[in-house]
């Protein structure tokens, strides 16, 4: 894909971002707000499934695992497809799909929505619905903020969850 890389960085800060609550048991889950960091990898691929080259079809996958960004341990991973739907500047910017399911020991949450990349990086990020939970966040709604952050001096991104009981 000739933009790959530009969906592939985006992403990555996206992920580099992650869970930021301080060990994420199950006592600590019970809270409104959570926060996390997301580092990219172990796992990407991108698809060139629409015309070729770097455009509208195309889709990004990612696994990555999910960090405390206090005490920096593994907290648990997600699961992320990124799937580009239309080009704006000469493919300087773009349209994407964004579906994420984060892995946690107290269950899994589930966000998804459309967005343009330089809301990533606009003054406020961007802010996507929170669609659901499994255990512990079973009817979980609410929204997720993305920030772009720092993960030991490479770029990523912040989530911080805002949660409402289903």
Same mark, same amino acid.
């Given at each position: 894909?000739?933009?790959?890389?530009?969906?592939?960085?985006?992403?990555?800060?996206?992920?580099?971002?992650?869970?930021?609550?301080?060990?994420?048991?199950?006592?600590?889950?019970?809270?409104?707000?959570?926060?996390?960091?997301?580092?990219?990898?172990?796992?990407?691929?991108?698809? =060139?499934?629409?015309?070729? #080259?770097?455009?509208?079809?195309?889709?990004?996958?990612?696994?990555?695992?999910?960090?405390?960004?206090?005490?920096?341990?593994?907290?648990?991973?997600?699961?992320?497809? &990124?799937?580009?739907?239309?080009?704006?500047?000469?493919g300087e910017d773009w349209t994407f799909i964004l579906d994420v399911t984060v892995k946690l020991?107290?269950?899994?949450?589930?966000?998804?929505?459309?967005?343009?990349?330089? =809301?990533?990086? #606009?003054?406020?990020?961007?802010?996507?619905?929170?669609?659901?939970?499994?255990?512990?966040? &079973?009817?979980?709604?609410?929204?997720?903020?993305?920030?772009?952050?720092?993960?030991? #001096?490479?770029?990523?991104?912040?989530?911080?969850?805002?949660?409402?009981?289903?």
């Open positions: 894909m000739r933009h790959a890389s530009k969906i592939r960085g985006a992403i990555a800060a996206l992920l580099a971002i992650g869970l930021m609550v301080g060990g994420l048991s199950r006592s600590s889950v019970a809270q409104t707000q959570i926060q996390v960091l997301e580092f990219p990898g172990p796992f990407e691929k991108d698809l =060139d499934l629409g015309k070729a #080259g770097f455009g509208p079809g195309d889709v990004h996958l990612e696994t990555s695992h999910l960090l405390d960004p206090v005490a920096g341990t593994r907290v648990g991973q997600s699961i992320l497809k &990124a799937t580009v739907v239309r080009l704006h500047r000469g020991d107290a269950g899994d949450l589930v966000f998804y929505g459309g967005l343009r990349n330089s =809301d990533l990086f #606009g003054e406020t990020g961007a802010v996507l619905p929170v669609t659901g939970g499994t255990e512990d966040f &079973a009817g979980a709604g609410g929204t997720v903020t993305i920030v772009p952050a720092e993960v030991d #001096g490479e770029p990523g991104f912040m989530w911080t969850f805002d949660l409402t009981a289903g």
